[in-house]
């Protein structure tokens, strides 16, 4: 874990405008900046950046947040990478908290691969381009390709000599671990003697999603009977194939943007796609897909076309995981290249814009071309089509998500429709197959009830036919108040407290647990408790760069405000205009006194409910009693506040 001193040097450093503006051109306008999107397409800017408050909203598409926020959302980083970005960025030396013996060497040799990866990638490239044999063999070969050589430079190919051991050699003699050499795969000992690997190779570095070089594929030029086609890394700390796609880091912005991943099974179709100006595509490396795999898709869109040969081999090749897919909620299509050819050579044959025509035209959506491939090998056989049913019912029942009910059910209409069998009699046997998945996930019998699609209380569709949260007055008040702490309590609010202090005086921890209906508040309310009572200073920059994403998210929708003052102010009036900062005493006793009338509300609709109970004169008098105490307090608070409260 990077440790908390680290995260407050980078938090210190950080420049919003600086960071947004190393991917958005930005225009200042009055206090804040504005540009285009980066997240949708739109020709009018709507996107705001606020360097007083560090947050950004795009009042277009509605995303919102702070400078990790903005790497994690753009650049698809975690928290953790996004920090490492930023730590090196600004020159921060990264600290990690106390990790036991056995996880400190994993990160040492995790650290260590990367480092002898970067090391191999600048040696097969500067073989490649810049000696004899790389030009007159490798280069030949990719210019016979069709490569040219802004794609080659884009994905830092390279070439390892054929002579046996001259990358071996400069790694020994840069001082490079021999085991960890070994455990990276670029050498391989033989004879007691450090040999290359992949000579004699045209060299494909795989990235991150922070551009480092986890591994690398190599494939063989010359044809040889007697070695594989291609090579890759072996798994090790940081090369874990199951949850690599390659080319993702080259095209996560262009599948964010498109909101489409198109997914190809080689290294050199995805080279050539980029070099077309097809770059929302990556490739699996010829595998089955993983649920790692497909997740690191669904971080970027839930649209996924697979295109592959159209051949037996490459269809059953595509066909491979697919059920997964259902499963992670992707919208799944398949685009079979026609002629024998590949994607690679495909779209060298036809141009970059027929190749996208052709996907556009001829994509098929994978249940229903699963269901027409598997009639056609059935033919007329009733036993075979009979297994059909039953495969297509258990695929469809991969899509268990209750977001994604509609969806099943369309399935269900639709399949049972082309098979010409009763829909509720197939709807029966898909929930059958759920039932059967719960019970073995769960281990335990468990009756499995299909989401209904009713109306909730709490939600409302908008005029797009998006669901959207109300917030109603309690949850106003509620959210008031934990922002007058955020942004005012470190204020001095007498000579003796500052506002935090006052407020906690006026408010306790019983009354934050039962008043706050919305926890997360009462979670910021405890956290900035805490850190006051530590002797800190907490300000709303602590929230939003908090590593827990719900907190920061809730204060970052807590300090948006979608009015500034205007810049032509000063052109028409004299003076200053007030503003929260002004009048920020008056802001709190308001948020306080509506918070203590909601509580003197439930009090005395409580004792009103204990009135109608009494059985005896005494406990009739002794709530009366209470009822008038109760309402004179809440007549002493609407006084001060100018409210009349109406029943």
């Given at each position: ?5 680290t ?7 950080i420049d ?7 991917f958005?051109?930005l ?6 900046y504005?540009?285009?999107?980066p997240f ?10 606020s360097?007083a408050k560090?947050?950004?909203k ?12 903005f ?11 996004a ?8 020159g ?12 400190r ?11 002898i990866n ?18 007159d063999i490798?280069?030949?070969y ?14 830092q190919?390279g070439?390892?000599?054929?002579n046996?051991d ?10 490079y ?21 992949y ?10 999603q922070?551009?480092k070089?986890l ?7 010359k ?15 940081i090369?874990v ?49 993983t ?26 090749a595509?066909?491979?995981g697919?059920d ?7 919208n ?30 001829n994509?098929q959506?994978?249940?229903?071309f ?7 090998d ?18 469809i ?32 046997l ?16 468990t ?22 949260a ?11 108040i ?23 005086k ?10 706050i209906e919305?926890?997360k508040?009462v979670?910021?309310?405890?956290l ?17 760069y ?43 006793i ?12 439930k ?23 209470t ?21």
């Amino acid at each position: 874990m990077i440790s908390q001193n680290t995260i407050q040097q980078i938090q210190s450093r950080i420049d919003i405008i600086d960071i947004v503006g190393s991917f958005v051109k930005l225009k200042k306008r009055g206090a804040n900046y504005m540009g285009l999107c980066p997240f949708h397409n739109e020709k009018s800017p709507s996107f705001t950046v606020s360097p007083a408050k560090e947050i950004y909203k795009c009042f277009g598409c509605g995303k919102s947040g702070n400078s990790i926020g903005f790497l994690m959302e753009l650049e698809k980083y975690s928290y953790v990478e996004a920090l490492r970005w930023l730590a090196n960025k600004y020159g921060v030396e990264i600290e990690e908290t106390e990790v036991s013996p056995e996880v400190r060497l994993q990160q040492q040799a995790s650290d260590s691969l990367y480092i002898i990866n970067n090391f191999g990638q600048q040696f097969f490239t500067n073989a490649l381009l810049h000696t004899s044999e790389g030009e007159d063999i490798a280069m030949s070969y990719l210019a016979e390709r069709g490569f040219k050589k802004d794609i080659i430079d884009k994905f830092q190919l390279g070439y390892c000599p054929a002579n046996g051991d001259q990358f071996a050699n400069a790694a020994v003699t840069a001082q490079y671990n021999s085991e960890l050499l070994e455990k990276s795969g670029l050498v391989v000992l033989r004879d007691e003697k450090l040999r290359d690997n992949y000579r004699g190779r045209i060299i494909f570095p795989i990235h991150n999603q922070s551009g480092k070089v986890l591994g690398f594929g190599a494939r063989l030029i010359k044809n040889n009977d007697k070695a594989p086609k291609y090579i890759n890394t072996p798994e090790n700390e940081i090369y874990v194939k199951s949850k690599i796609l390659y080319g993702s880091y080259f095209a996560r912005m262009a599948i964010d943007k498109a909101d489409e991943c198109l997914l190809v099974e080689g290294y050199t179709d995805v080279v050539s796609l980029h070099q077309a100006g097809v770059e929302n595509v990556v490739a699996s490396g010829g595998t089955s897909l993983t649920p790692d795999q497909l997740r690191l898709v669904k971080k970027y869109t839930k649209n996924l076309t697979i295109i592959y040969d159209g051949d037996g081999a490459g269809i059953k090749a595509a066909l491979r995981g697919m059920d997964l897919a259902l499963e992670e909620g992707l919208n799944v299509r398949l685009v079979l290249i026609p002629d024998k050819e590949d994607p690679d050579s495909y779209v060298n044959k036809v141009g970059a814009t027929a190749f996208k025509q052709f996907v556009e035209d001829n994509k098929q959506d994978f249940v229903l071309f699963q269901l027409s491939l598997s009639l056609k090998d059935a033919g007329n056989d009733s036993a075979k089509k009979s297994t059909v049913v039953s495969q297509i019912a258990e695929t469809i029942s991969k899509i268990t998500k209750a977001e994604h009910f509609t969806r099943r059910q369309d399935y269900i209409k639709q399949v049972s429709e082309l098979l010409k069998i009763e829909e509720a009699g197939f709807n029966d046997l898909v929930n059958k197959f759920i039932r059967e998945k719960v019970q073995k996930d769960e281990g335990k019998n468990t009756v499995f009830t299909a989401p209904i699609s009713e109306p909730d209380a709490t939600i409302a569709a908008d005029e797009n036919g998006e669901i959207i949260a109300l917030f109603n007055t309690d949850e106003l008040q509620e959210r008031a108040i934990v922002r007058s702490l955020i942004e005012f309590g470190i204020k001095e609010w007498d000579e003796e407290n500052s506002v935090a202090a006052y407020i906690f005086k006026e408010i306790d921890n019983n009354d934050l647990e039962a008043m706050i209906e919305n926890k997360k508040l009462v979670d910021i309310v405890q956290l900035y408790r805490r850190w006051y009572d530590e002797g800190n200073s907490p300000t709303e920059k602590d929230f939003l760069y908090y590593e827990n994403e719900e907190i920061n998210n809730l204060v970052l929708q807590l300090m948006e405000t979608n009015t500034e003052i205007s810049i032509n102010w000063n052109k028409h009036y004299e003076g200053k205009i007030a503003t929260r900062e002004d009048y920020f005493k008056e802001e709190v006793i308001s948020t306080l006194s509506y918070f203590k009338l909601r509580k003197l509300k439930k009090m005395i609709d409580e004792n009103q409910r204990q009135l109608e109970k009494a059985s005896t004169d005494e406990d009739q008098f002794l709530f009366l009693k209470t009822h008038l105490a109760l309402k004179i307090e809440e007549q002493h608070i609407t006084r001060e506040l100018g409210t009349v409260i109406f029943k």
